[in-house]
């Protein structure tokens, strides 16, 4: 894994924690409209860095887009839990 590919993936992780505590949060207060758009804007975040990290390096998931149309390369890469 290079440096740019390590870079994307802890950068993804840190996004994912911050909506992971922000569900927690918003579970208690459902009307906080300022946490709800904090989390919106993490979702479109997370979602468009991980089309980019997917289409540059590896599939994230088995549902991820493929890198390309001629493999199936989920089982090609290290896998995410393996960093």
Known sequence: ???EQAA???NLQQIGL???DLRIYL???LYDDYAVALFNK?????AALAR???RRFEPLNATSEMP???EWAWGL???PWDF
């Open 1 to 3: 894994m290079n440096a």
């Open 8 to 10: 994307m993936l802890s």
């Open 18 to 20: 911050t909506m992971d």
């Open 27 to 29: 579970d208690t207060h």
């Open 42 to 46: 993490n979702a479109r975040d997370y």
């Open 52 to 54: 980019e990290y997917s």
């Open 68 to 70: 390309n149309d001629e």
């Open 77 to 79: 890469g290290d896998f």
